[in-house]
């Protein structure tokens, strides 16, 4: 084993504070140095990480963010939220667009496949709907489950698209036709986060029932299962360039895995000493050897990692 995937050590460089609620979601910006948070507050805010601090809010929102997307290659921002609706703020124009409304209940996960200009919203009525990215039209709509589909994740192929379930399962589909490949059945509690890994190889999973699953992209069996968190698992999030993912759960605790073995590296909470989250961790993103993390208690904490030979 490569020891130097031993030697990891965190510091907390900032805390961003100003939402008066808590933080449900946070997405990289498509400019450097700017991230976006939003939750049960009434705006989308942003926030610069060159001197750590608030620049404005967005734009207003009717009801709390559950997601926010920005893709790769379009100067637009979406937000998703509890009412069910889209909200697109145009960097260019510098104006909200026409917000769309292809669901009633909440709107849980945005990702888009670049490929095909295209933006898949998942929501709790158990259906995705596939939006133009050139005219936010609805192109069309599957129904994947009947009930709430949590999380999505898109393969770096973009072959194909993960679905993460409240039925406990995930389900794979073609991004060809929108057809189904694989129901994977492992988990005992709603699947809360999922993300396929850069290599595409595998997929890993996290789950309500505080469990990681580790499924190979091949054959769709489950590589490995890990009692990783004592809570629900809120977020998955892989590093930019090197062999880490980190974890974020309800047990208010951020954990640094290894891609290699699995084996966990850090962890980062108030019981190892570190001034972190008090309440349940909802969303990580990382932003070169940064990573961001949002929570319930109200706060966005940077954290420099080092990963030191």
């Not at 030697?7 to 504070?17: D, G, P, Q």
């Not at 509890?82 to 960097?91: K, P, S, W």
């Not at 379930?165 to 994977?184: C, G």
């Amino acid at each position: 084993m490569d020891y130097r995937l031993k030697m990891i050590s965190v510091e907390k460089i900032a805390e961003l504070n100003g939402h008066g609620n808590p933080i449900f979601t946070v997405e990289l910006s498509q400019k450097p140095g700017i991230i976006f948070t939003g939750g049960n507050d009434k705006g989308l805010v942003e926030w610069s990480l060159k001197n750590y601090a608030f620049i404005k809010v967005m734009f207003p929102v009717p009801a709390s963010i559950y997601a926010i997307h920005c893709p790769v290659g379009y100067p637009l921002l979406f937000a998703g939220l509890r009412d069910g609706t889209i909200q697109a703020f145009d960097f260019l124009k510098q104006q909200l667009l026409p917000s769309f409304k292809n669901h009633q209940k909440p709107v849980f996960d945005i990702k888009s496949v670049n490929h095909k200009k295209e933006l898949l919203v998942a929501s709790e009525d158990g259906s995705v709907s596939i939006v133009s990215l050139e005219t936010l039209e609805l192109l069309h709509s599957i129904k994947v489950s009947t009930d709430t589909v949590r999380c999505i994740s898109v393969s770096p192929n973009e072959k194909t698209v993960a679905f993460g379930l409240r039925n406990n399962q995930v389900k794979i589909y073609d991004l060809e036709d929108y057809s189904l490949v694989k129901t994977l059945t492992g988990h005992t509690m709603p699947v809360f986060s999922l993300q396929y890994a850069p290599s595409g190889e595998y997929l890993i999973s996290g789950g309500r029932d505080a469990q990681l699953k580790i499924w190979d992209v091949r054959s769709y069996e489950l590589l490995q299962s890990i009692p990783a968190h004592l809570f629900a698992i809120n977020s998955i999030v892989f590093h930019p360039s090197l062999p880490y993912f980190a974890t974020a759960s309800m047990d208010k605790t951020i954990k640094i895995w290894s891609t290699s073995d699995f084996k966990l590296y850090k962890t980062i909470n108030r019981e190892k000493g570190y001034a972190s989250h008090q309440l349940s961790v909802n969303k990580l993103a990382w932003n070169g050897n940064q990573l961001i993390s949002v929570s319930d208690d109200k706060r966005v904490i940077v954290w420099d990692v080092r990963f030191d030979g």
